[in-house]
T-cell receptor, first 114, second 114 residues
Framework: DGGITQSPKYLFRKEGQNVTLSCEQNLNHDAMYWYRQDPGQGLRLIYYSQIVNDFQKGDIAEGYSVSREKKESFPLTVTSAQKNPTAFYLC?????????????FGQGTRLTVV | DQQVKQNSPSLSVQEGRISILNCDYTNSMFDYFLWYKKYPAEGPTFLISISSIKDKNEDGRFTVFLNKSAKHLSLHIVPSQPGDSAVYFC?????????????FGRGTQLTVWP
C-alpha cells in the first residue's frame, strides 16, 4: 500500500526538550511538506522540500528544523525554541509536476508539551 | 495575511439537503483550487479540485464552482449525508509559486443531521 506514514500518533514532551516527528512516504514523490494545525487556524506551512538535500522555510519555521537525506523521509524536529509547540502536525507529499497535483497527507502527530 | 478565506467556521444541514461551503481568495495568481475533507485526529483527504480554466467540476455528489472574477469558489454536496460531517478545507496553488505548495483556508465544520 502506497502512502505517508507519520509516527508516533501521539507524543508528549517536557518543556525545554527537543523532539523529532517522523514522516516516511513510499509514493515516490519528490516534494514533501510539514504543516501545523491549530484550532481555528487552518493548516500553516512550516517547511517544505522539493528534492533530496534541499528544503525551504515556510510561513512559521521558527523553532523548527528539518532534514531531507532520503527521498522517502522528511523528519521534523521541534526544538525548545518553539514557544507554542502543542499542536497537530501533518506531513504531506506531492509530485512537483505543476500546480495541478494534489498533496497527500499522513495521519498526523499530536504533540503535547507537558 | 490569509490568502484563502473560509468565512463560515461552521455549517449545519439536514440529511438529504444541499450543503454549500464557500471560499474566497485574494491572490490572482492562484490557478488551481482544491477541497479537502478532514476528520478529527486524521490527515486531510483530497476531495475534488478545479483548474482556473474551468468554472465547474463535478464528481458524484460533489461539485465545485469557480468564479474567477469574484475570486470565489464553492463546494456543493448533494444530497448531504451524515458521513459528510467533517471539517472541509479549501486550498489554492499557483504555477508561479513553489510547485505543489498549497495555501489553506481555516476550514468549515460541516454537520449533517438526520
Amino acid at each position: 500500500d502506497g502512502g505517508i506514514t507519520q509516527s508516533p500518533k501521539y507524543l508528549f514532551r517536557k518543556e525545554g526538550q527537543n523532539v523529532t516527528l517522523s514522516c516516511e512516504q513510499n509514493l515516490n514523490h519528490d516534494a514533501m511538506y510539514w504543516y501545523r494545525q491549530d484550532p481555528g487556524q487552518g493548516l500553516r506551512l512550516i517547511y517544505y522540500s522539493q528534492i533530496v538535500n534541499d528544503f525551504q522555510k515556510g510561513d512559521i519555521a521558527e523553532g523548527y528544523s528539518v532534514s531531507r537525506e532520503k527521498k522517502e523521509s522528511f523528519p521534523l524536529t521541534v526544538t525548545s525554541a518553539q514557544k507554542n509547540p502543542t499542536a497537530f502536525y501533518l506531513c504531506a507529499s506531492s509530485i512537483p509536476g505543476g500546480s495541478k497535483t494534489e498533496a497527500f497527507f499522513g495521519q498526523g502527530t499530536r504533540l503535547t508539551v507537558v | 495575511d490569509q490568502q484563502v478565506k473560509q468565512n463560515s467556521p461552521s455549517l449545519s444541514v439536514q440529511e438529504g439537503r444541499i450543503s454549500i461551503l464557500n471560499c474566497d481568495y485574494t491572490n490572482s495568481m492562484f490557478d488551481y483550487f482544491l477541497w479537502y475533507k478532514k476528520y478529527p485526529a486524521e490527515g486531510p483527504t483530497f476531495l475534488i479540485s478545479i483548474s482556473s480554466i474551468k468554472d465547474k467540476n463535478e464528481d458524484g455528489r460533489f461539485t465545485v464552482f469557480l468564479n474567477k472574477s469574484a475570486k470565489h469558489l464553492s463546494l456543493h454536496i448533494v444530497p448531504s449525508q451524515p458521513g459528510d460531517s467533517a471539517v472541509y478545507f479549501c486550498a489554492a496553488s499557483s504555477r508561479g509559486s513553489t510547485l505543489g505548495r498549497l495555501y489553506f483556508g481555516r476550514g468549515t465544520q460541516l454537520t449533517v443531521w438526520p
